[in-house]
């Protein structure tokens, strides 16, 4: 006999590590942006796993890749070569005109990659260039060093000791990044678009001046583009928003369109401080990720596809706007680019995500009170107006509870 909901609730709560807060349903399947659960419920999905499922659920030539790639080749270690990694490594270096990539199983190991990469490069020059400068209200990963790069305090506390050499800026107050750029620093981190600390998309001329700073110094930029990369601002890389180029940027979440990846490209001036031995992984890059990134990469790189991602997250921003004018002490602001928007609530957003998904509707609240909206990228038109009236009238019963 088949499980009940309640069972497998039950099974996972005595043994997986108590570490998430979970909403009492069973995911079993999806299809295009709608998952099910094991009641047979069915949601629409504007959370993707976090960004993560880019083309929706069960996108044919993605499911069919897998299988084939399965089929021949799962694993082989990265002492040989593989046909998918090195096509998967010959597009991130055409899309973001860097020159070297290289693959994590996670966002965490990515930005663990280029960390590391960073300090090599800067040490070359001056083995007290180690300092890296991240923002408040960042994320980063949950490694020792992404969790220290992280700038939120919480993430730190029982951790310690961390590892040496992070500081600590507003993110968008470039004044006070000048204060702290000296030629000691070895880089500066940000995420083009902050996701996890609330949907803050930078201002128009921060990233122009970001670069000067860094260029002054000899400071590295590393952009780590996890969240808002892969196509979500309607640009293949955020960055290409702000008109300015990374030394380094990291890339995770959509990339593989659900089986875990994670990569950093850089320049080759920074790449050549790696020799042989310098890093290293067993399962990055392994043929069968490379395999889905390449699908995910083709398909989103499309020109036609990123222009599809401006226009409905255009469309989806301005329908956020007339639900704020609706609910103008309850929605503070709205915020954000392409398919990466923030509701900012002037209450706590749990009760209004809850509320949501009686109704059918899967979002997000992060840092307690922005509603976070990251559909899959394929999301239509109409299935932002079934979100949109979904949420109108979730606010109403949010509204009305007081
Ligand atoms: C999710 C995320 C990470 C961490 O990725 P994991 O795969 O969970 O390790 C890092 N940076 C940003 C911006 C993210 O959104």
Redesign the pocket.
Known sequence: MEESTQEIIGKDNSNYLPVFSRYQIVLDRGEGVYLFDTEGNMYLDFLAG??VNVLGYDFKPLVATISEQAKLLIHCSNLYYTRPQAEAARKLVELSGLDRAFFGN??????EGAIKVARKFAHSIDKNKSKIITALD??????LA?LTATGQPHYHEGYEPLPGGFEYVKFNDIDALEKLVDDQTCAVML?TI???GGVHPPNPDYFRKVRELCDKHRALLIL?????GMGRTGKFFAYENYGIKPDVV?L??GLAGGV?I?AFICTDEVANSMKPGDHGTTFGGNPLACAAANVVLDTISQKSFLDHVAEVGKYFKEKLVELQQKFPDLIRDVRGEGLLLGAELSKPGRRVVELCMKRGAIINCTVGNVLRFVPPLIVEKDQIDELVEILFMSLNDFSEEG
């Open positions: 976090i960004a996670s966002g965490a190991e990515a930005n960042s994320f980063h990963g949950r490694t992404t995420e902050q996701g996890e780590d583009e996890i969240q808002c990291t995770a979440k875990p994670g």
